[in-house]
C-alpha cells in the first residue's frame, strides 16, 4: 500500500461525492416529469415514441401492472434476442461469418443480458456477430439498466406518495431513463472514448503479421458504443473476452478513471433522487454513507491483501531484494498498467455494481481478496449496486432495520412517516431471502453432480470457491466469474441462466408489493419515539443489520470457501 495509491483512491470517491447532488437533481426532474436542459430537443421525439407504442403518459399503474408490463417487456427482449442469436449466421453484418449460438448459449446469454447480469460464457469475439453485439447485446444493455431505474423509482414513490393507488407507468419511466439519462451520456462518452483510441467500425478483423514472420487476427469493430453503456448501465457484457483489461476496451489510465466513476454514478446519484422525491435529502445521504463505508471496507481489504503478495511464492526467488516478498504485491491478474489500488478500486467497485467488467480475474486474487467480490454480491449488490438494483436493494434492508429499531423500543417501526406492518417486512425478507436461496441452493447440486464437477478447474475450498461465486455473481445479476470455471456446457448454461432469473424478477416482484403497500399508506407524524433515520445511529444500525443477516446466511458457505482456502494457503497445504 502506498501514498500514491491511497490519494488515487481519495480522488475517486471525490469525483463520485461530487457528482451525487447534481446527478441526482438532474434524474428528480427527468422522472418527476419536469423540464430540463434537454427537454427542447428530447421532448418531440419521446411524444413520437408514446403515439407509435400507444403508451399514455398521464396514465399510471398499479404495482401489479406495472410488474406485469416490466415481465412482459422482458419476455419480448428475451425471445428477440435468443432469435437474434440462433440466426446470426443468415443475418447481415457478420464479417467473420460465425455460425449460429448453440440454444443453451443462447439461452444463458439472453436471460443473462435482460437481467443485467450480462454473464458470458463464451469468446465475444468469436461468437457474436457485429449484428448481434450491436442490435442485441448493446440494445439489451440499455433497457434492462433502464428497466432497473425504472423499478428504483417505482420504490421511491411508493415512499413518498399517500393514499395513492398508482406507483408510475413502468413504460414512461423507461423511456425517460433512456432518452433523457443514458442515451445522452453514452453518446458524449462514447465519442471520448473514440477520441483515446477506442476502435467503433464494422470492417472485418484484421489480420498481420509478427516480427516472427506468424500470423495474428486482430479483432475490431462496434467497441466504443458497446464499452460505454456497458460501463454507464452496470452491465458488464464487454466486445472482448478479457473486457475491461483489452487495450480496446480501456486504452489508457484516463479512460480506466472514466470508466470507474461511471460505474457508480448512475447509483450513487439515485441515493439523492431517493432524498429529493421523499421531500428530506438527508435521508439520501444517510443511504449514501452507508454504501460508502461498505465499498471503502472492501476496497481498503482488497488493497491491504492484494498488496502484501502471494504468500506461498515466499521462498521463491522472484525478488531482487533477499528475502522480500514480491515488493510490488499480488500482481497476478492485475492490470500492469494501472497498478494494485486501480485494479482493487475496479474490482471492488464492479462486483458493487453489479457490473462484471473487472480489470483482473477473481481467480487471480488472494483468498480473502476474493471473498470481497464474493460477500458485496451475496448481500445484493446494495452498495450503490446495478443501477437501481442498489438502491431498492439498500431500502428492502433499512425496512428490516427500521422494523428491529421499531422493536427495540416498543413502538409501530415507521420510515418517512410511513407505518411498516407485516406485509411489508414480510415482502422485504421474502425479497432478500430468496437471493441465498438461489445461490447455495444451485451451488449445493454442483458441487455433487457430474455435469457441475466437471467444470471445475481446482479441487478442494478454491474448487468450491468457484462453483459458489458463479451462481452467487448469476443470482445477484453481477456477471463476473472466477477464472478457472468452465461455464459453457449445458449444465451451468441452464442452471446459471435460472439464478440469474431468479435473482432479477423473483426479488423484483416482492419489492414492487411493498412500493404498492407503502404508496396506499398515510403519513404518521414524527413524535419523540420515531427512530431518526437520517443521522449517524440509523447508519451504524443499517450497517449492522446488513452484515448481521449476511452473517447468519452466508458464513456457512465462505467458511467452505475463501476462509477456509486462506487457512490452507497460509499453512502450505495448497502448494
Known amino acids: 500500500m502506498t501514498a500514491n495509491g491511497f490519494v488515487q483512491i481519495a480522488l475517486y470517491c471525490a469525483v463520485v461525492a461530487l457528482l451525487v447532488k447534481p446527478f441526482g437533481y438532474y434524474m428528480t426532474r427527468?422522472?418527476?416529469?419536469?423540464?430540463t436542459f434537454l427537454s427542447l430537443p428530447l421532448r418531440p421525439l419521446e411524444r413520437a415514441?408514446?403515439?407509435?407504442?400507444?403508451?399514455?403518459?398521464?396514465?399510471?399503474?398499479?404495482?401489479?401492472?406495472?410488474?406485469?408490463?416490466?415481465?412482459?417487456?422482458?419476455?419480448?427482449?428475451?425471445?428477440?434476442?435468443?432469435?437474434?442469436q440462433r440466426l446470426q449466421a443468415v443475418l447481415p453484418f457478420n464479417p467473420q461469418h460465425l455460425d449460429a449460438v448453440s440454444p443453451d448459449l443462447a439461452f444463458n446469454t439472453s436471460v443473462s443480458f435482460i437481467t443485467n447480469t450480462n454473464w458470458q460464457s463464451y469468446t465475444p469475439e468469436t461468437t457474436m456477430s457485429y449484428l448481434t453485439q450491436m442490435a442485441g447485446l448493446t440494445v439489451h444493455n440499455f433497457v434492462s439498466a433502464a428497466t432497473g431505474i425504472a423499478l428504483a423509482i417505482a420504490?421511491?414513490?411508493?415512499?413518498?406518495?399517500?393514499s395513492a393507488r398508482t406507483i408510475g407507468n413502468f413504460w414512461v419511466d423507461m423511456t425517460r431513463t433512456v432518452l433523457y439519462v443514458l442515451l445522452p451520456i453514452a453518446i458524449v462518452v462514447g465519442l471520448f472514448f473514440v477520441w483515446q483510441g477506442m476502435p467503433q467500425n464494422l470492417g472485418a478483423y484484421?489480420?498481420?503479421?509478427?516480427?516472427?514472420?506468424?500470423?495474428?487476427?486482430?479483432?475490431?469493430?462496434?467497441?466504443?458504443?458497446?464499452?460505454?453503456?456497458?460501463?454507464?448501465?452496470?452491465?458488464?457484457?464487454?466486445?472482448?473476452?478479457?473486457?475491461?483489461?483489452?487495450?480496446?476496451?480501456?486504452?489508457?489510465?484516463l479512460t480506466n478513471f472514466v470508466q470507474m466513476v461511471l460505474i457508480f454514478s448512475i447509483g450513487a446519484g439515485l441515493t439523492n433522487v431517493f432524498g429529493r422525491m421523499v421531500g428530506k435529502e438527508r435521508q439520501g445521504w444517510a443511504i449514501?454513507?452507508?454504501?460508502?463505508?461498505?465499498?471503502?471496507?472492501?476496497?481498503?481489504?482488497?488493497?491491504?491483501?492484494?498488496?502484501?503478495?502471494?504468500?506461498?511464492?515466499?521462498?521463491?526467488?522472484?525478488?531482487?531484494?533477499?528475502?522480500?516478498?514480491?515488493?510490488?504485491?499480488?500482481?497476478?491478474?492485475?492490470?500492469?498498467?494501472?497498478?494494485?489500488?486501480?485494479?482493487?478500486?475496479?474490482?471492488?467497485?464492479?462486483?458493487?455494481?453489479?457490473?462484471?467488467?473487472?480489470?483482473?480475474?477473481?481467480?487471480?486474487?488472494?483468498p480473502l481478496g476474493g471473498m470481497v467480490p464474493m460477500v458485496n454480491i451475496m448481500l445484493g449488490e446494495i452498495i450503490f449496486g446495478g443501477v437501481g438494483s442498489g438502491l431498492y436493494g439498500m431500502l428492502l434492508f433499512a425496512i428490516v432495520a427500521v422494523f428491529v429499531a421499531g422493536l427495540m423500543v416498543g413502538r409501530t417501526p415507521e420510515y418517512l412517516g410511513k407505518k411498516l406492518e407485516a406485509k411489508e417486512v414480510k415482502m422485504a425478507i421474502l425479497a432478500i431471502l430468496i437471493l441465498p436461496l438461489s445461490m447455495l441452493g444451485f451451488t449445493a447440486i454442483a458441487v455433487v453432480v457430474s455435469p457441475g464437477l466437471a467444470g471445475l478447474a481446482n479441487s478442494g475450498p478454491h474448487g468450491f470457491s468457484?462453483?459458489?461465486?458463479?451462481?452467487?455473481?448469476?443470482?445477484?445479476?453481477?456477471?463476473?466469474?472466477?477464472?478457472?470455471?468452465?461455464?459453457?456446457?449445458?449444465?451451468?448454461?441452464?442452471?446459471?441462466g435460472l439464478a440469474m432469473w431468479i435473482g432479477r424478477f423473483l426479488l423484483i416482484v416482492p419489492m414492487l408489493a411493498v412500493a404498492g403497500s407503502l404508496a396506499g399508506k398515510k403519513l404518521v407524524p414524527a413524535s419523540a419515539g420515531t427512530f431518526p433515520t437520517d443521522?449517524?445511529?440509523?447508519?451504524?444500525?443499517?450497517?449492522?443489520?446488513?452484515l448481521i443477516m449476511g452473517g447468519l446466511v452466508y458464513f456457512p458457505a465462505l467458511a467452505l470457501g475463501p476462509i477456509e482456502e486462506h487457512l490452507a494457503m497460509r499453512a502450505g497445504s495448497l502448494f
Open 30 to 35: 427527468v422522472f418527476n416529469g419536469e423540464r
Open 535 to 546: 443521522g449517524g445511529l440509523f447508519v451504524g444500525l443499517l450497517i449492522g443489520v446488513i
Open 155 to 162: 420504490l421511491i414513490r411508493g415512499f413518498a406518495r399517500r
Open 49 to 84: 415514441i408514446y403515439a407509435l407504442s400507444g403508451v399514455k403518459e398521464d396514465e399510471e399503474q398499479d404495482w401489479k401492472s406495472y410488474g406485469l408490463a416490466m415481465l412482459t417487456f422482458s419476455l419480448a427482449g428475451f425471445l428477440a434476442l435468443y432469435a437474434l
Open 288 to 366: 449514501f454513507a452507508v454504501m460508502g463505508i461498505l465499498f471503502l471496507v472492501g476496497v481498503f481489504t482488497v488493497y491491504a491483501t492484494e498488496s502484501h503478495g502471494n504468500p506461498a511464492f515466499t521462498s521463491l526467488p522472484i525478488d531482487a531484494a533477499p528475502g522480500a516478498l514480491q515488493a510490488g504485491g499480488n500482481m497476478e491478474g492485475k492490470e500492469v498498467r494501472f497498478g494494485i489500488a486501480n485494479s482493487s478500486l475496479f474490482t471492488t467497485a464492479t462486483t458493487d455494481a453489479s457490473c462484471g467488467a473487472v480489470n483482473n480475474m477473481h481467480d487471480s486474487l488472494l
Open 206 to 253: 484484421a489480420e498481420a503479421t509478427t516480427l516472427e514472420g506468424g500470423k495474428q487476427v486482430i479483432a475490431q469493430g462496434p467497441v466504443a458504443s458497446q464499452e460505454v453503456i456497458k460501463i454507464l448501465g452496470t452491465n458488464g457484457g464487454g466486445f472482448f473476452n478479457a473486457n475491461s483489461a483489452h487495450p480496446y476496451e480501456n486504452p489508457n489510465a
Open 466 to 496: 468457484e462453483a459458489l461465486y458463479a451462481y452467487v455473481s448469476a443470482t445477484g445479476n453481477n456477471g463476473s466469474a472466477f477464472a478457472g470455471l468452465s461455464a459453457n456446457t449445458p449444465f451451468w448454461n441452464t442452471t446459471l
